[in-house]
């Protein structure tokens, strides 16, 4: 509109003096020499037949324009369906953006496919016990006959001798590296001292 308008002044003032309305040539100093002509550092600056300063457009992953300023897009942020694989994740840069496969799984981001971790002899698994892959990692089961303590090892299950140390009524178990007497054993149950007492299944119906 402000060209336009040039124009319309250039050809009155014409018709008044007969003046021509042939802008200079510009020079080495002209509007874009000076801080890109104000447009965005991400544009060009061209000056047109009138003098005026004319900005190129932002450059793909940017919105805006290049006299009011270029701004990234955050396509991660938008989340659009099937930009990138369920199992990546999205990470914005400038421009553009990256889709990454998350831990234990591989590919271009777009398409990412599980590791078998136990396959691949990929695993930290420790002595007596086996791999057992899942989607996205691995677990390592101790072998039967051991338990693992909370150091990550697998040891002789202390249950397997003297039941743990529990009364052979009650069930022992390991957990986090400690002996837990849980509950009583098939045919037994607690009595008003939290003790394991054999169950009387004739006198209660259940035989």
Do not use: H, W
């Not at 202390?158 to 007497?181: F, H, I, K, Q, R």
Request: aromatic share 6%.
């Amino acid at each position: 509109m402000r060209a336009v308008n040039l124009v319309f002044k250039c050809l009155l003032f014409i018709s008044f003096i007969g003046a021509s309305c042939t802008p200079p040539a510009p020079t080495g100093d002209g509007p874009c020499q000076q801080n890109n002509g104000e447009c965005d550092e991400l544009t060009t600056c061209e000056v047109n037949s009138f003098g005026l300063v004319v900005c190129g457009e932002c450059p793909a992953g940017y919105s805006g324009n290049g006299q009011e300023g270029c701004n990234n897009i955050d396509e991660c942020a938008a989340q659009p369906p099937n930009l990138c694989d369920e199992n990546a994740t999205c990470e914005d840069s400038t421009p553009g953006y990256e889709c990454v496969c998350n831990t234990g799984y591989s590919g271009d981001g777009t398409d990412c496919r599980d590791i078998d971790e136990c396959l691949e002899e990929l695993d930290e698994c420790p002595e007596n016990s086996t791999c057992r892959n899942i989607m996205g990692g691995y677990e390592c089961q101790c072998d039967e006959g051991y338990a693992m303590n909370d150091n990550g090892a697998c040891i002789i299950d202390p249950c397997s001798e003297d039941n743990g140390g529990c009364p052979e009524e009650e069930l022992c178990t390991y957990e986090d590296g400690a002996v837990v007497c849980t509950a009583c054993d098939e045919g037994y149950a607690y009595n008003d001292d939290n003790e394991c007492v054999n169950i009387d299944e004739c006198a209660e119906g259940r035989d």
